[in-house]
């Protein structure tokens, strides 16, 4: 290889040139295999593995381990301090020859201790054995720690609290006394709203002294009897309706109890469901002591009525006097609780006051009920010329059928509300009805069977036994308005007495052919002459007050087969 080339490879393989090539690299790694190759070959003694000799080494240097170890066991056998040359085994030697020395005078130290203590004992011993107390000595000794005990144990040091001269218990300290005070005043600052609330102190008086330990009070204890001594608030459970506070007791489980039997007033034997239309909670907390009542008081209080409003919406057919006596209630009532009404018009629509009071609690009682039900027959109609409109007869009867129901019937405070039918089982199909049907044209006077209202007004008078005017028997109703009011026939029929007639005063009389006769008294005037025919609805008088009369009002009354009867029967 030229000098050139040499220098081109070492120029080549100098691995501090910025600029390597990986074919430059790679080469340079290549030159370096060989080079260690060729240095191996030419020394390939200096890697070889004497392993004879190495064991050689272990064994002797471990049999110079050996007779070191004998000859220091020796020289401790002997007390005498061994040698050596190295600093590591010299220093080795020195803590274990101090070994003896040191455990020598722990020995002695404890030893001293010892002989101190024993001679300490023998002068105790000695003091008491020269004392010779008497055995009467420890046993009063001991009579008095009993006693002390004893007293200790009943009797504790105390403050009796006393407020405008009751006492009201012992408490532990003065200072638990002010505790519960402050604590009571804050409490009765949050119930009644008065943030201006403060315990009278002058009141309040507290007395320390020695009490027995069972007559100390408790924190709750005492706050509890000075609470009814102020007579502001008390801890009780309270009953809540609808978040209103509504009364209150401190006897645990007395309002569930009462509640429970409430609700049990309304139950059966097929009841599967009974609870409170309101949302009733009991909490405990401070409540005002005016709410805290005892049991009776709180029954008769859940049983009563409070302020609120029950209302009707009249429908279709009504009347003041139908809706009056559908709640039990007269109409002299009824138009008290709506005096913005005008008890001449109603209209559908309207919505009714029928009460101003509601009960405090709602019961709802749901039944499980099962009975035998008819099942409603079809009718069927066949027209017939020969009879007038509004004209049925029934040519073949129908039968109800029967069906075994099972029902859940709910009741609110013992009225049916609601009832839904939840299984039915037909027993046996109803059989039609077969009926004719008239078709031909009805004269207007001809009645239609039923009766409507002669006149707007305020029912003034019932009918049957009353005490007016000597009268002892109302042969009919009395409707009271102002003069002249239209008076109108309540069917169709034929006018059979127009004029005066003793205490009717002006009066009409009414026969509708099948029966029925309607009288119309006290009349201002007649319109309707006698023989003429007249239908629903038409005018007939006016009102007045002639005869024996008292006011401006249409005495109406219901003839049927020469027996008066009561018209709110048919009206």
């Known amino acids: 290889m030229t000098q050139d080339q040499q220098q081109k490879n070492t120029a080549r393989r100098d691995p501090n040139r910025e600029h390597m090539t990986l074919s430059e690299l790679w080469q340079l790694w290549?030159?370096?295999?060989?080079?260690?190759?060729?240095?191996?070959?030419?020394?390939?003694?200096l890697f070889t593995l004497n392993i004879q000799a190495g064991v050689r080494r272990l064994g002797q240097w471990l049999s110079n381990l050996r007779g070191s170890a004998r000859t220091l066991a020796a020289a401790?056998?002997?007390?005498?301090?061994?040698?050596?040359?190295?600093?590591?085994?010299?220093?080795?030697?020195?803590?274990?020859?101090?070994?003896?020395?040191?455990?020598?005078?722990?020995r002695e130290h404890f030893s001293d201790r010892r002989k101190i203590f024993i001679r300490l004992g023998d002068k105790r011993r000695r003091f008491f054995e020269?004392?010779?107390?008497?055995?009467?000595?420890?046993?009063?000794?001991?009579?008095?720690?009993?006693?002390?005990?004893?007293?200790l144990s009943l009797y504790t040091l105390g403050a009796e609290v006393s407020y405008d001269g009751q006492s009201l218990g012992v408490v532990s300290s003065r200072h638990a006394a002010e505790k519960v005070v402050a604590e009571l005043e804050d409490i009765t600052r949050q119930t009644t709203g008065d943030s201006a609330y403060a315990v009278d102190t002058a009141e309040l008086a507290v007395e320390t002294g020695v009490y027995p330990r069972r007559e100390l009070l408790s924190h709750d204890e005492f706050q509890e009897?000075?609470?009814?001594?102020?007579?502001q608030v008390?801890?009780?459970?309270?009953?809540?309706?609808?978040?209103?506070?509504?009364?209150?007791?401190?006897?645990?489980g007395a309002l569930e109890d009462l509640l429970e039997q409430l609700k049990l007033g309304y139950e059966t034997s097929d009841t599967v469901n009974a609870y409170f239309v309101e949302d009733v909670e009991i909490r405990q907390e401070y409540v005002e002591s005016s709410y805290v009542m005892n049991l009776g008081y709180i029954a008769e209080k859940l049983n009563e009525t409070k302020e609120g409003e029950v209302t009707y919406t009249v429908t279709a057919g009504d009347s003041y006097y139908s809706i009056a006596a559908d709640y039990d209630m007269s109409m002299e009532d009824l138009m008290k609780l709506n005096e913005g009404y005008d008890p001449k018009i109603l209209r559908v629509g309207d919505v009714l006051t029928i009460s101003n009071a509601v009960p405090y609690l709602t019961v709802v009682n749901v039944e499980r009920q099962r009975y035998v039900q008819d099942v409603a027959y079809q009718v069927e109609?066949?027209?017939?010329a020969s009879m007038y409109q509004g004209e049925y007869k029934t040519t073949s009867p129908g039968v109800y059928g029967k069906a075994d129901i099972t029902a859940n019937v709910t009741y609110i405070n013992g009225e049916e509300t609601e009832r839904e039918v939840v299984a039915s089982v037909t027993l046996s199909q109803p059989v039609t009805e077969q009926q004719l049907r008239g078709t031909k044209e009805r004269p207007t006077w001809y009645p239609t069977g039923s009766f409507s209202w002669p006149c707007?007004?305020?029912?003034?008078?019932?009918?049957?036994?009353?005490?007016?005017?000597?009268?002892?028997?109302?042969s009919g109703i009395d409707i009271g308005n102002s003069y002249g009011t239209s008076i109108y026939a309540s069917d169709g029929g034929t006018v059979t007495y127009s004029g005066w007639m003793s205490g009717y005063g002006y009066l009409i009389i009414i026969d509708h052919g099948n029966g029925y006769q309607t009288y119309y008294g006290h009349n201002s005037s007649l319109v309707a002459a006698k023989g003429e025919k007249v239908h629903k609805g038409q005018l007939i008088a006016r009102m007045g007050s002639t005869g024996r009369s008292t006011g401006n009002h249409c005495h109406f009354g219901i003839k049927l087969n020469g027996t008066f009867v009561n018209p709110l029967n048919y009206l």
């Open 30 to 45: 290549r030159d370096n295999l060989m080079s260690w190759r060729s240095f191996c070959d030419e020394h390939h003694d």
């Open 76 to 106: 401790n056998r002997d007390r005498r301090f061994p040698e050596s040359e190295y600093g590591t085994a010299q220093l080795f030697l020195f803590f274990r020859s101090s070994l003896e020395r040191f455990a020598a005078a722990v």
């Open 130 to 151: 020269e004392m010779k107390l008497h055995p009467a000595i420890f046993l009063g000794s001991a009579v008095v720690i009993a006693a002390a005990a004893t007293v």
């Open 225 to 231: 009897e000075l609470g009814d001594a102020l007579g």
């Open 234 to 252: 008390e801890y009780a459970y309270v009953l809540y309706v609808d978040g209103e506070k509504i009364v209150a007791t401190t006897r645990s």
């Open 381 to 384: 109609y066949t027209d017939d």
């Open 456 to 474: 707007n007004g305020v029912l003034t008078s019932r009918f049957g036994y009353r005490s007016l005017l000597g009268s002892t028997y109302h």
